[in-house]
């Protein structure tokens, strides 16, 4: 499945007054309710912050990629948040997250989580990739970054 697919407009939020982990997974939730791709925002964040048990999904500059498999998604999906920056999440280099990835599928869709994962955790390692994400400023130069990649 190739990002296209997952990703669209309505997917891409740009919101300075997200400020905690709990909010930005709220809002994922809200956002991917109100576009169709699942039935129950709650049960999806609490599958978000059961993974984020798991290991943190921060990784480095300020990048996240939380994600979840459950039985609630009805269609697989990639969301971009640029947030405030997130004391209460942060990479594995310390830096408080703001750019954020998160990834849903269906429960029973092992395959396609990992390679959706892999294919993202493959292009943030790109400079110019992360470089171009952090300045977009609209969700059209995202989605043409992301499927440019």
């Known amino acids: 499945m190739s990002f296209d697919q997952l990703i669209a407009e309505e997917l891409v939020v740009f919101d300075p007054s997200i400020d ?6 709220e809002r994922i ?5 109100k576009t169709n791709r699942i039935r129950s925002a709650r049960k999806v964040v609490k599958a978000l912050f059961k993974r984020e048990e798991e290991i943190s999904t921060g990784i480095e500059e300020g990048f ?3 994600h979840a498999k459950s039985k609630y ?3 697989p999906a990639l969301c971009f948040f640029h947030t405030a920056k997130l004391t209460d999440y942060s990479g594995i280099d310390g830096v408080p997250i ?3 990835f998160a990834i849903v ?3 029973k869709s092992a395959d396609m ?8 955790s493959r292009r943030l390692v790109d400079a110019d ?13 995202i989605i043409r970054r992301i499927n440019q990649a």
């Open 20 to 25: 905690s982990k709990g909010s930005l997974f």
């Open 98 to 100: 703001e750019y954020v």
């Open 64 to 66: 996240g990629i939380p």
């Open 113 to 120: 989580h990992l390679e959706i994962l892999s294919t993202l």
């Open 29 to 33: 939730g809200d956002v991917l309710e």
């Open 105 to 107: 599928v269906p429960e």
């Open 129 to 141: 990739f992360r470089k171009e994400i952090k300045e977009a400023t609209t969700p059209a130069d």
């Open 73 to 75: 998604v009805t269609k």
